[in-house]
């Protein structure tokens, strides 16, 4: 993308070109660069600066309609709209989702068999509607002998985040979703985007995801592009975090995508919401960065 709408004031907003944005002082382009939307469609766009290889500034966005005029296919979109379609199919034949932290980008999806599943639908004939239910792994192994349901699936963070990137109808979905051996939740009320993020009333984690603005000099702090008040702290983690997703410059955050499972609260004078990752466990989170 060229040019890109500022609509910090929605009364008059500026239209920009990279150019003209790239020139503002580093104070505006932190202060603009989370009101940045699509000419065409509208759609929440963001800002990468120039790279110290020599890669060009650039507006971009990870929300184009189909049918914009600034869409361009690449090899992420592809790799979204794919994964999209998968996890649409899973909504349809499968009775539960187990997430698999261990899994990472470009592995195969897995299926589990009755031998090693650990966690199971409960029978339909259960009218409980909690959205937490601890259930140990022997009293699932029994109730999934007297139900003999087995359409449990797995599938790791990488494909669940692209999928809703590319509108997956799994935010959305009242599928059972396991995050571990004992706890599970309906999907539409654990995966929720960062501009509908509110503390939860028991400090119950959730899986937040989204796009990524940008992160502070220092790269301690994570601003999601979705909304302007919300925060998420990795200064603790910082190192393994860019081992793990390869961050060699805050260039590389820009415009990634993020799923992370964690909690948020308040902070102190309650005027932005912080989202710390659950245990500080970095397998919790995956970035999904922009294709150069």
Not at 162 to 189: F, I, P, Q
Not at 244 to 254: H, N, P, V
């Amino acid at each position: 993308m060229l040019d890109a709408i500022c609509t910090l004031d929605e009364t008059k907003p500026v239209t920009y070109t990279v150019f003209k944005f790239q020139k503002l002082s580093d104070a505006d382009i932190e202060h603009y660069r989370q009101s940045l939307i699509c000419p065409a469609c509208n759609g929440k766009a963001y800002f990468r600066k120039a790279s110290k290889d020599g890669k060009a500034a650039c507006f971009g966005s990870r929300y184009h309609q189909t049918d914009c005029s600034e869409f361009n296919p690449s090899n992420a979109k592809v790799r979204e709209e794919l994964a999209a379609i998968e996890v649409n199919q899973l909504l349809v034949d499968n009775d539960a989702l187990v997430i698999d932290f261990s899994k990472r980008a470009g592995g195969k999806r897995a299926s589990l068999s009755s031998a090693d599943k650990k966690v199971v639908v409960e029978s339909k004939a259960d009218k409980g509607n909690t959205d937490l239910a601890e259930i140990g792994a022997d009293k699932a192994g029994t109730q999934d002998e007297q139900s003999g349901m087995s359409r449990v699936s797995s599938e790791g963070l990488d494909k669940l985040l692209h999928s809703l990137l590319r509108g997956s109808e799994l935010a959305e979905s009242d599928l059972w979703v396991y995050t571990d051996e004992k706890y599970r939740w309906r999907a539409k009320n654990l995966f929720v985007n960062f501009a509908d993020a509110e503390p939860t009333d028991n400090g119950a984690p959730r899986m937040y995801w989204g796009t990524l603005s940008h992160s502070d000099k220092n790269m301690h702090w994570l601003n999601p592009a979705d909304c302007r008040d919300v925060g998420i702290p990795v200064e603790d983690y910082q190192e393994a975090l860019c081992k793990r997703f390869d961050i060699q410059e805050r260039r590389d955050l820009e415009g990634a995508g993020i799923i992370i499972f964690g909690k948020c609260f308040f902070n102190k004078d309650k005027t932005r919401k912080i989202i710390q990752l659950w245990g500080k466990d970095i397998s919790r989170m995956a970035i999904s960065k922009l294709d150069d």
